[in-house]
């Protein structure tokens, strides 16, 4: 069974987020570590643009928090993969994603139970980490 840790660094980098380390030229620091989506010198905080997300994973909060979460949630409801498209449904009872080949209907792809937050983070980690394996 994976960390969070673990899962939340999927998620990360399905984001498009890296992990830049301290840099130390010449007893100068020139960049300040963290999870970016470039590595930009001395970002700090999550500015309008998102470039700066966290300092060390074990701060990455997609597991207890919606608005992190559900940035992942609209890149899997955008996700496209050649012909293959996919779409989330989130609702009380049932949260879906749905899978369409071509023009044919949609098929349920992974679903969880209900709104948990739990479950969502584990129902996005699982699309990630299949798609990574095809």
Known sequence: MQTI???NELLAKFLGYKYYPVLIVNSERLRIPGWKLHDKPFIMKLDKQDIYLCRVTKDM??????????????KINNYKAGNTSYRVSINPEWSVIYKREYLNDWDIFLSCKGLELEELHNMCYEFIKLKSEI
């Open 5 to 7: 840790n673990h899962k």
């Open 61 to 74: 909060k997609f597991h207890v928090s919606y608005d992190w979460l559900m940035r992942v949630i609209n």
